[in-house]
């Protein structure tokens, strides 16, 4: 690792996670607040399910590690919640599974150290017909439906409540927009910069609003290398401007984000 130590933010799912970094993603505007204050590590495995996740739990997150990660955001169910297919192959997990593999993945992290914090991010909402359209070609038959997702997605959230995990319930949150099933996605199911920002948004709500000690919200945590140099640009009486001051207000200016 370089140094100075940094808390360590880890995204943990599958390609909502992997992506979240290109097309304006949310993993992208969380390392851009964070950028003097957190590092943001992408593990995100397109086209995994909580099955999967549970194979490799232990490598992406080893118990004897030197760091553990201060906070964790996970992300399995729209894969998981996908339409069995008659070979039995393919992402689909049933629902029981799913729910017994994320209580695993929230138990196993919380393990790893008291001061772990951690959000499970809920299945989002499709849009069905944008899905057929983009890979008709190669799936013919409709193998998603936005009614699994909401299944999936209470019971993510069931989970969370059990646990006393936090939770961002994109289903419902996403869905707040009026235009939502257009807006939203590059191919019905992975998200444009509208839909990341609202993930972002609802990230950072849960992350100002949670008691935990320290807090992890981007005011709370100390900016590195934040003291005021002469190398900074100069103001019209006689003082520099300390860029380091401004850095997170210009990120979430150029994001068209709110979070004071």
Known sequence: MVGPLRPQFVLFGSSIVQFSCSNGGWGAIL????????????????????????QVLEQVFPK?????????????????????????????VPLPEYVENMR????????????????????????????????????????????????YSDACLEVCRELDV?????????????????????????FSAAASKIVAEEILKVLREADWEPSLHWKSLPTEFAESSP????????????????SVALALIHWGLNDN
Not at 105 to 121: A, H, N, Q, T
Not at 234 to 240: H, I, K, R, V
């Open 31 to 54: 390392a851009d607040l964070y950028s003097r204050k957190a590092d943001v590590l992408v593990r995100g495995y397109a086209g995994w399910n909580s099955r999967r996740a549970l």
């Open 64 to 92: 004897d590690a030197a760091i553990q990660p201060s906070l964790v955001i996970v992300y399995f169910g729209g894969n998981d919640s996908m339409l069995p297919h008659s070979s039995g192959l393919g992402p689909h």
């Open 104 to 151: 695993k993945i929230g138990k196993y992290l919380k393990s790893l150290s008291e001061k772990i914090r951690i959000i499970f991010l809920t299945a989002p909402p499709v849009n069905e017909e944008q899905i057929l359209e983009n890979i008709r070609d190669i799936i013919p038959e409709r193998n998603r439906t936005n009614e699994s997702c909401k299944i």
């Open 166 to 190: 936090k939770a961002v319930d994109m289903w419902t949150s996403i869905q707040k927009r009026k235009d939502w099933s257009t807006a939203c996605f590059t191919d019905g199911i992975h």
């Open 231 to 246: 190398y900074d640009p100069p103001c019209g009486d006689g003082t520099t401007l300390n860029i380091a001051d401004h």
